[in-house]
Nanobody
């Protein structure tokens, strides 16, 4: 059974940092691009960041560029999202996802597997 399990969410203050982890099991995702998405209450799920299968390429939403960093450790089958300088508007449920292919994509439908999400709440 393939699973993506996110962890590391929590309640923090504006300006703080959090590091999200996404551990995959059931198969290797070393050849798949991985992404992070988020969904705030009453809003559509939106793309946050993605990383290519090798980790050589990354891509970020404009809203998080310069503050968030995506990385991966293929030996551990794990993807990370380092979030710095958090803002109240970053409050959302954050989801990890594995793409069907190895190249970066921002399109939700091109992701095959999804985690259950982890809540990030940033207070002002």
């Amino acid at each position: 059974q393939v699973q993506l399990v996110e962890s590391g969410g929590g309640l923090v203050q504006a300006g703080d940092s959090l590091r999200l982890s996404c551990a995959a099991s059931g198969r290797t995702f070393s050849f798949n691009a991985m992404g992070w998405f988020r969904q705030a209450p009453g809003k559509e799920r939106e793309f946050v960041a993605a990383i290519s299968w090798s980790g050589a390429s990354t891509y970020y939403a404009d809203s998080v560029k310069g503050r968030f960093t995506i990385s991966r450790d293929n030996a551990k089958n794990t993807v990370y999202l380092q979030m710095n300088s958090l803002k109240p508007e970053d409050t959302a449920v954050y989801y990890c996802a594995a793409a069907r292919l190895g190249l970066i994509t921002t399109i939700t439908n091109e992701y095959e597997y999804w985690g259950q999400g982890t809540q990030v709440t940033v207070s002002s």
